[in-house]
């Protein structure tokens, strides 16, 4: 099995900066593509950005596209979120995800392990 840990969540202000980490444990080996995903309050799940395994790969929301950077070290078995010039709007909780496939998807029903997610919360 594997576990996803996620941290680095907190109440920051609009046009603030945080960095999401996960730490993978387990059967770490099985995982080849890892993502996030984020829910804010009232809405369905919403995918952030996704990574491959060699990093060559990435793929962001366009909510989030130049402002949100993921990446990953697969020695440290850990993926980063760095989210810049935040708005109010991304506040939600911000889930890690793990797919034992090869594509980057964008899809939460591709991933199989999950995190237990972070509250992130920007204040106007």
């Known amino acids: 099995q594997v576990q996803l840990v996620e941290s680095g969540g907190g109440l920051v202000q609009a046009g603030g900066s945080l960095r999401l980490s996960c730490a993978a444990s387990?059967?770490?080996?099985?995982?080849?593509?890892m993502g996030w995903f984020r829910q804010a309050p009232g809405k369905e799940r919403e995918f952030v950005a996704t990574?491959?395994?060699?990093?060559?790969?990435?793929y962001y929301a366009d909510s989030v596209k130049g402002r949100f950077t993921i990446s990953r070290d697969n020695a440290k078995n850990t993926v980063w979120l760095q989210m810049n010039s935040l708005k109010p709007e991304d506040t939600a909780v911000y889930y890690c995800?793990?797919?034992?496939?090869?594509?980057?998807?964008?899809?939460?029903?591709?991933?199989?392990?999950w995190g237990q997610g972070t509250q992130v919360t920007v204040s106007s």
């Open positions: 387990g059967r770490t080996s099985s995982i080849y593509v």
């Open positions: 990574i491959d395994w060699s990093s060559s790969t990435t």
């Open positions: 995800a793990g797919d034992r496939g090869w594509y980057p998807s964008q899809t939460d029903g591709d991933y199989d392990y």
